[in-house]
């Protein structure tokens, strides 16, 4: 452009056309740690360098060059969402040749980007909008933008509105996606947002409760010690999960069930007999079926119990003559675990899959976990590795 034109004979419309490709330049070639540091922080690459003595070559003069070399980091910046930088570095703008266009240039961004965030909010209300208008505004105020302040502050208040109806609309996990941004920008000694943040967990964890949910409510509630009702509320609901699944506790319930007990939870003793009582489901199926030749396969569920588990033994009763099997396992089984077995007899006289027999599943203390009574399934058993 500047070889079919020269830059003093230029149009006002010819040098905004001719500057906006050369800042485009800079631009592309501005970097945070290659090239030659300029006064702005920022570094210029060798192209960016070279350009910018070629088109002073070609007419343009050192001001202008320097002006379009501070324009484009200035872009540069803008194009990285570093607002509040491209803002402190106008200050090189000032005493240049177009530098009024210029600053008007950067203050137009800011307006438009401005409107922007605000239209994306109110259109479309999600977390990511949120904490990005947040972000922008934010850095504004850093800058001292003119109104800044204002902007922010209304920005602000739109999101803690919508966060509040998310909150009373029951949407408690969207409103606490919005609370824990508005905390990164609350100010120095404010609290009503994080007040609402656990006002939030505490109703999500009575929502929880309410849906029987009791091991959430009771995760939930412990991360809120202190607030309202939340300390008692929790051994509530641990109280409640640890007698629902009192005879197949999991690991989840001997924890709670230790807290109970070291805080004295009325029926914790109690529910410490249960948990602590073996009980097991049996369940029974064909291994083979040929003439004389039978096998059935047995699996027991082994739950609850202490911790140092126990071992299984079977006792296998032909009610028609009253004659038993028995059987020990020689491993150790513990809560949620399971034994199998097989019973295997070759006699066409007895009929594993027709007569009636009593099955009865002992713990190592004599107790009885499990019984069963009638002819072994002929069934198969469901591999429980493709469960």
């Known amino acids: 452009m500047l070889q079919m034109w020269p830059y003093e004979k230029m149009t006002d419309e010819q040098k905004k056309q001719f500057r906006g490709i050369a800042e485009t330049m800079i631009c592309k070639c501005t970097s945070d740690d290659t090239g030659e540091l300029q006064d702005t922080g920022l570094y210029l690459g060798q192209a ?4 910018l003595s070629e088109i002073q070559d070609l007419g343009v003069d050192a001001r202008t060059a320097e002006e379009i070399a501070v324009s484009g980091q200035i872009q540069y910046l803008i194009y990285e969402n570093r607002w509040d930088e491209a803002l402190a570095i106008r200050k090189y703008l000032k005493g240049m040749p177009d530098e009024a266009e210029e600053l008007e240039a950067v203050t137009k961004a800011c307006v438009e980007k401005s409107e922007k965030w605000t239209r994306n909010f109110q259109q479309l209300p999600t977390p990511y909008n949120a904490e990005s208008g947040l972000k922008f505004f934010s850095q504004l105020v850093r800058a001292d933008y003119e109104g800044a302040e204002t902007l922010f502050r209304t920005y602000y208040e739109s999101v803690l509105a919508c966060a509040d109806a998310k909150k009373d609309e029951g949407a408690y996990n969207e409103a606490i996606k919005f609370y824990e941004i508005l905390a990164d920008y609350e100010a120095p000694g404010e609290t009503a947002v994080a007040e609402k943040t ?3 967990d505490y109703l999500k964890a009575q929502q929880a409760a309410s849906k029987e949910l009791y091991d959430e ?3 939930l ?5 202190g607030y309202k009702e939340a300390d008692q509320k929790r051994l509530d609901a641990e109280y409640s999960y640890c007698t629902l699944v009192q005879e197949t506790p999991d690991e ?8 109970l007990l070291s805080e004295n939870y009325s029926g914790a003793e109690e529910l410490r007999d249960i948990m602590s009582t073996w009980h097991a489901r049996i369940e029974t199926g064909m291994g083979y079926l040929v003439g004389a030749e039978q096998a059935a396969m047995i699996r027991i569920r082994i739950s609850g119990g202490t911790r140092d588990g126990t071992h299984v033994r079977l006792v296998i009763t ?3 003559n ?3 099997r028995s059987w020990t396992s020689e491993e150790v089984f513990k809560n949620g675990e399971y034994c199998e077995t097989t019973v295997q007899i070759s006699s066409l006289e007895e009929k594993l899959f027709e007569e009636t027999y009593i099955v009865e599943v002992y713990a190592d203390d004599g107790t009885l976990m499990a019984s069963i009574t009638g002819p072994f399934s002929m069934g198969f058993l469901q591999d429980l590795s493709e469960s």
């Open 252 to 259: 989840k319930a001997y924890s709670y069930l230790d807290h």
């Open 318 to 320: 032909r009610q028609a």
């Open 322 to 324: 009253g004659e038993s």
């Open 198 to 200: 656990l006002e939030v």
């Open 217 to 219: 409510a009771a995760d």
């Open 48 to 51: 960016a360098l070279t350009y």
């Open 221 to 225: 509630f412990a991360n809120i010690p």
